[in-house]
């Protein structure tokens, strides 16, 4: 028996945001309907459990211009809707929804604000962020190895003005130094 995984929800007028939270999903299958019917599937874990998502949407959809973006930890389905209205709810059986199903208060607006410019909005189009050099862990390592040559640099910069006069010694001295910081960061 397949299991559900936690599912969360937001919407515009044109647009609904689907986010199924499933880290390390495999063999995922995503079929969405101009209808409204929505299926996912796929395996995670060393086990492979099967998780499975089937309901039928509030109303029709456009499913050309509907994506989906696979993640490590999630899969974003962003399903546009055929007419710009405001859903009541994301399906069309009324009553309380699947206890997996949540509101993605992270992406919600309310109908009144969205014709606001908001900063917040998660709705960043066809932009490529993989173009964007936004840092990562590598990056830590070397503010560290900067960070102990500020450190170590300023104090054999003063001694080599009070006591000593060969700089040449002074900077290999440091470069030693940070790339000793660097070693016991990394390990």
Not at 52 to 79: M, P, T
Not at 93 to 119: A, H, M, Q, T
Not at 129 to 144: C, I, T, V
Request: net charge negative.
């Amino acid at each position: 028996m397949s299991r559900h995984p936690t599912t969360k929800w937001a919407q515009r007028s044109d647009k609904a945001y689907i986010t199924i939270e499933l880290p390390d999903a495999k063999d995922v299958k995503l079929n969405l309907q101009p209808d409204g019917h929505f299926y996912f599937y796929a395996t995670s874990g060393a086990d492979n459990i099967p998780y499975e998502i089937d309901f039928e949407l509030f109303d029709k959809v456009n499913v050309e211009e509907s994506r989906a973006a696979i993640g490590l930890r999630n899969i974003c389905y962003l399903v546009k809707k055929a007419e710009k209205k405001w859903w009541s709810r994301l399906l069309k059986k009324e009553g309380r929804p699947p206890v997996f199903l949540k509101v993605d208060w992270d992406k919600w607006i309310d109908e009144d604000d969205e014709n606001e410019n908001r900063f917040g909005d998660t709705d960043f189009g066809d932009m490529d962020f993989s173009k964007l050099d936004m840092g990562g862990a590598d990056d830590e390592l070397e503010d560290d190895a900067a960070d102990a040559f500020d450190r170590d640099g300023d104090d054999e910069m003063e001694e080599t003005k009070a006591g000593s006069s060969n700089v040449e010694e002074s900077k290999e001295e440091v470069a030693q130094a940070a790339a000793t910081h660097e070693s016991e960061a990394k390990a």
